[in-house]
T-cell receptor, first 114, second 111 residues
Framework: DAGVIQSPRHEVTEMGQEVTLRCKPI?????LFWYRQTMMRGLELLIY????????DSGMPEDRFSAKMPNASFSTLKIQPSEPRDSAVYFC????????????FGAGTRLSVL | GENVEQHPSTLSVQEGDSAVIKCTYS??????FPWYKQELGKRPQLIID?????GEKKDQRIAVTLNKTAKHFSLHITETQPEDSAVYFC??????????FGTGTSLTVIP
């Protein structure tokens, strides 16, 4: 298994532009999580899905952030418009409901908004 | 919501010595406590976890202890090696899905 796959690995964009981050969870996993990691705030859960349905999006910082999971093998996190303070590493993780609580993280997308 | 505090933020030990990282949590309903290791530029990976019905769990050189009454849990690494150098995150969860992470401890093992 290739694990959780995220793309792109690095994204550099200008303030005001739309940014789309992508995630392919491990096949068979029921849960998908989006995290943001910064030096100041550490790892923050933004939103998570169960069977493609958003369960809790209380961590999404603003309306500029949105996430979708159109099917079991793909999710996107979109920021529109992007701002410099959105610069961070964004991780996607997935978890199989029959393995308890272990979350498997992707390699992350490092986003820089100039 | 849950608040997880982690100490120390940085830790340096000599190779072969032990390292201890401590976390406290605020929500007494939390019942699952994983620890993740993140090497520089890499993804976080689970190294050990403990549930609230257990007071201690050990896996080779790594152990985790939990004190539910005091609402704190700790990671113990014995006989540290240079490859243990990384950032370690604790987390707490009451539903097994929503993890509240500590701010991380940067561990450096000096050869």
């Amino acid at each position: 298994d290739a694990g959780v796959i995220q793309s792109p690995r690095h994204e550099v964009t200008e303030m005001g532009q739309e940014v789309t981050l992508r995630c392919k969870p491990i096949s068979g996993h029921d849960y998908l999580f989006w995290y943001r990691q910064t030096m100041m705030r550490g790892l923050e859960l933004l939103i998570y899905f169960n069977n493609n349905v958003p369960i809790d999006d209380s961590g999404m910082p603003e309306d500029r952030f949105s996430a979708k999971m159109p099917n079991a093998s793909f999710s996107t996190l979109k920021i529109q418009p992007s701002e410099p303070r959105d610069s961070a590493v964004y991780f996607c993780a997935s978890s199989p409901s029959d393995r308890g609580n272990i979350q498997y993280f992707g390699a992350g997308t490092r986003l820089s908004v100039l | 919501g849950e608040n997880v505090e982690q100490h120390p933020s940085t830790l340096s030990v000599q190779e072969g010595d032990s390292a201890v990282i401590k976390c406290t949590y605020s929500d007494s309903a939390s019942n699952y406590f994983p620890w993740y290791k993140q090497e520089l530029g890499k993804r976080p990976q689970l190294i050990i976890d403990i549930r609230s019905n257990v007071g201690e769990k050990k896996d080779q050189r790594i152990a985790v202890t939990l004190n539910k009454t005091a609402k704190h849990f700790s990671l113990h690494i014995t006989e540290t090696q240079p490859e243990d150098s990384a950032v370690y995150f604790c987390a707490a969860s009451k539903d097994g899905n929503q993890f509240y992470f500590g701010t991380g401890t940067s561990l450096t093992v000096i050869p």
